[in-house]
């Protein structure tokens, strides 16, 4: 019997599942195994790559780029770098195509084992415009790159963008040829045509694309045609699905940028980006929700009968459950888990049971690299909590925990020293503009910090002595959505220290870090 899942394969409470902020995603089938990838933006290490063999029960098994010369990020803003990867696997090699718009453009690696290690980049030069990249192995060996980029006539309005191909020769990992204009969309003056993938299927070439936008008008659409580099012809029942139709109150808004696999059997399921306002902001950012597939008339419907995300639909895969994550990480070795995330590069941290954060001259608000060790946040019902150990030896010294929608949006509660002595200091950044919100004594010594969030707002909470005391509550957090921040990125929550423009050999221990959806 077919079992029923959860088709949002990143929601709920159990960390098994990897809930909120992975936008983009791209899957891959090899076999009876499912691989999955997201974007990144400014966060290192880039690309996490899940895997699964039930489609709800998801591991990250890895990251695909982990070095800084696979990944420069410096000076970058959030929603800037790693732009929506695709993977692939061809002939005993998985291939992860993406762009770093941040610098370099369009580049390549590849991997015999999708846990890692990869290669360097082979980057692709000016001759990849655009962004979004994807490959198509075709049935003669041969290989596609497929994009976007601006019109090239010029573009008459704002997201004027078509869709490409050309030929890669994997020998020597270049574009090679001549560059064809494959569509534009389903709409008439479309804008921002973008997340395209070829497939190929029954002797037909399959051409599915993003429009609309990111925002409330996303949508997936479709073209075919008997050869790669066209004539495409459209899908009349264009798009295939979007919830542009069921208006912003919907749980799910802003579905699109999709991708499509297949099981064993030969069933067939899109992943594709959503978002879920609560109380008409988001704090996830996009997530990655999951839909079956089938073909009618040589086309793929999404969802028959229903055409827009389920709550739960059958799956004809037998349950594989994996190992939950934990919620509550101690640091044995010096190597985090591989779904705890830094900005813009790796943080020169030490780990003996505890971890010691350097403060290092970056704070939050700048575009290099702070001491910040984080985690997705995964619903809008949360705790995360530390035991801090650090006693600041100068005004600039801090160190705590962070709630991060961008450089220019976020939330700090920190150990500082003032002129009165130690103290409990939350601030928030909006804007580009700090603003303290409050701040209590404490005496010196190990304390815990906990943040706990119900919807759109947050308490923050100490314990120093054994006695819990509340620093703040009722923090409003719709500064820190998308609607209220901008850009594409979910908020992350972790362990944050600095030394905020100075010169310090001073670190921050933290014990552990618990992180919890309640």
Not at 56 to 63: K, L, P
Not at 78 to 93: E, N, Q, V
Request: proline fraction near 8%; hydrophobic fraction near 35%.
């Amino acid at each position: 019997m077919a079992r029923r899942y959860d088709e949002r394969i990143f929601y709920g409470g159990a960390r098994r599942d990897v809930p909120g902020f992975y936008p983009d995603p791209s899957i891959c089938a090899v076999g009876r195994d499912f691989y999955l990838v997201n974007s990144t933006f400014a966060y290192f290490p880039g690309v996490p790559i899940f895997h699964s063999r039930d489609l709800a029960h998801w591991r990250q098994i890895g990251n695909v780029l982990t070095r800084p010369s696979q990944l420069p990020l410096d000076g970058c803003r959030h929603s800037r770098g790693i732009y929506a990867p695709t993977l692939r696997y061809h002939d005993g090699t998985f291939y992860l195509i993406t762009t770093n718009i941040s610098g370099g453009g369009n580049f390549i690696v590849t991997a015999q084992d999708p846990a890692g290690p990869w290669s360097e980049p082979y980057w692709l030069g000016d001759v990849a415009q655009g962004i979004d990249p994807s490959l198509l192995f075709d049935d003669d060996g041969r290989c596609y790159y497929v994009g976007n980029r601006p019109n090239p006539a010029g573009e008459q309005y704002g997201g004027d963008w078509e869709i490409w191909a050309q030929e890669l020769d994997l020998t020597t990992m270049r574009l090679t040829g001549e560059s064809h204009a494959l569509w534009k969309g389903a709409l008439r003056d479309v804008i921002w045509p973008e997340g395209p993938h070829l497939y190929k299927k029954d002797g037909m070439y399959y051409l599915m694309i993003a429009e609309g936008g990111t925002g409330p008008n996303h949508s997936v659409s479709v073209a075919r045609s008997k050869h790669v580099f066209g004539p495409y012809a459209g899908n009349p029942n264009n798009p295939i699905l979007t919830h542009r139709h069921l208006g912003s109150q919907y749980p799910v808004t802003c579905v699109g940028h999709g991708d499509l696999a297949a099981d064993a059997e030969g069933n067939w399921y899109m992943v594709m980006l959503g978002m879920r306002p609560c109380g008409g902001h988001t704090l996830m950012g996009r997530e990655t929700f999951l839909a079956r597939v089938e073909w009618q008339n040589g086309w793929p419907v999404v969802n028959p009968g229903v055409g827009k995300l389920e709550e739960t639909f059958p799956v004809p895969l037998p349950e594989e459950r994996t190992a939950e994550t934990p919620l509550v990480y101690t640091f044995p070795t010096p190597e985090l888990p591989p779904e705890f995330l830094t900005l813009r590069g790796p943080v020169p941290w030490q780990a003996d049971g505890r971890l010691l954060l350097p403060l290092l001259p970056a704070a939050l608000h700048d575009l290099h690299t702070p001491a910040y060790a984080a985690l997705r946040v995964c619903g809008v019902d949360w705790q995360a909590e530390t035991q801090l150990d650090f006693t600041p030896r100068t005004q600039f010294e801090t160190a705590g925990l962070a709630y991060v929608q961008s450089s220019f949006s976020h939330l700090r509660a920190e150990k500082v020293l003032t002129d009165d002595g130690f103290a409990l200091r939350l601030t928030t950044r909006e804007n580009d503009k700090d603003k303290i919100l409050a701040e209590q004594s404490i005496p010196d010594g190990p304390l815990i910090l906990r943040l706990i969030a119900h919807r759109l707002h947050m308490a923050v909470y100490y314990v120093v002595g054994g006695s819990t005391a509340c620093l703040a509550d009722a923090i409003d957090l719709r500064p820190y959505s998308t609607e209220s921040a901008g850009g594409f990125t979910g908020c992350t929550v972790g362990m944050y220290a600095s030394a905020n423009g100075a010169i310090s050999d001073s670190k921050a221990s933290f014990s552990w870090f618990a992180m919890r959806n309640l």
